[in-house]
């Protein structure tokens, strides 16, 4: 008789994601899903008579959709080698680019290990082939393996982190917060929390239409917002028609305090009934 073989514990992460679902089909999904939760948001912050009654409706449909896990797994699909890959290989390409993860060259020169927190982690292994130079601390609000930490980046003791990273990746980020504020908020303490000692940088990914076709953002305006908070353009990725834009940030230190009055209320920078509702609002907290 043959020796029973042990079973390996199946995870999330070491499953493979192969693509069961159309990727129309995921789009959709995830794109309901970004908008039940802002339409919750809203109501539960200004509340009337009938707002009982469609957050029970709400929370219904996103039952039906499959709840947090199913989005979750849309996600992944998302990222998937299948579906062209996460947005960590835009990342790594980009840090090459500056320098990192390359062979010391000449005393003096070494480049220690970066630090980087990972943001909306959906896998613990998204840079596990380049752990050499690259140190990944990867969060989720709803982790979904013991691997990533489940944590509210908003709630990140400030202490701790000030000053602690050298490279933070908001990836398909700040489209899933429901408030504008609190985008404008995460950028902020992306800034706070970038290693004020070194060159240290913001990694910011958005659906396109975030700031393609939205009423109250473009890429100029983000481009101000982010020099306001204090970050210049480093590097920049998208092709119209796309679905997706990168954008690497570095922080700066010399900023004009008067530049943060321009975003604390919405402003229509495009007209037209097909324009989407997405908003950073920056409160001028640092």
């Known amino acids: 008789m043959a020796p029973n073989k042990r079973k390996k514990p199946v995870t999330t992460a070491s499953s493979k994601h192969k693509p069961t679902v159309s990727a129309d089909v995921t789009r959709k999904t995830i794109r309901r899903y970004h908008v039940l939760l802002k339409e919750k948001a809203r109501l539960l912050n200004a509340p009337s008579s009938s707002t009982s009654t469609r957050l029970d409706e709400i929370d219904k449909e996103m039952k039906l959709l499959g709840g947090l896990e199913a989005y979750q797994e849309m996600s992944v699909l998302g990222q998937s080698k299948e579906r062209g890959g996460g947005s960590e290989k835009v990342l790594v390409e980009w ?127 983000l481009k101000s917002l982010m020099g306001a908070i204090g970050f210049e353009l480093v590097k920049e990725r998208w092709r119209p028609g796309g679905k997706v834009a990168y954008w690497l940030w570095k922080r700066k230190d010399h900023y004009d305090s008067r530049d943060g009055d321009g975003f604390k209320k919405k402003k229509v920078l495009r007209e037209g009934a097909t324009r989407n509702n997405f908003a950073i609002l920056w409160d001028g907290v640092r």
Request: one cysteine or more; glycine letters at 6%; proline letters at 7%.
């Open 95 to 221: 840090l090459k680019e500056l320098g990192y993860g390359k062979p010391p060259v000449g005393k003096g020169k070494e480049r220690g290990v970066i630090n980087l927190l990972e943001v909306g982690a959906l896998r613990p292994d998204n840079y596990t082939q380049w752990s050499k130079w690259l140190h990944c601390v990867p969060i989720d609000l709803h982790s979904r393996h013991p691997d990533i930490k489940e944590q509210d980046f908003l709630l990140l003791d400030r202490t701790e982190n000030e000053g602690r990273w050298d490279v933070i990746s908001l990836s398909l980020v700040l489209n899933f917060a429901s408030m504008p504020l609190d985008r404008g908020r995460m950028l902020a303490l992306s800034h706070a929390f970038l290693r004020h000692d070194s060159p240290s940088y913001l990694y910011l990914v958005l659906p396109l239409p975030c700031v393609a076709n939205s009423r109250f953002t473009t890429s100029d305006h």
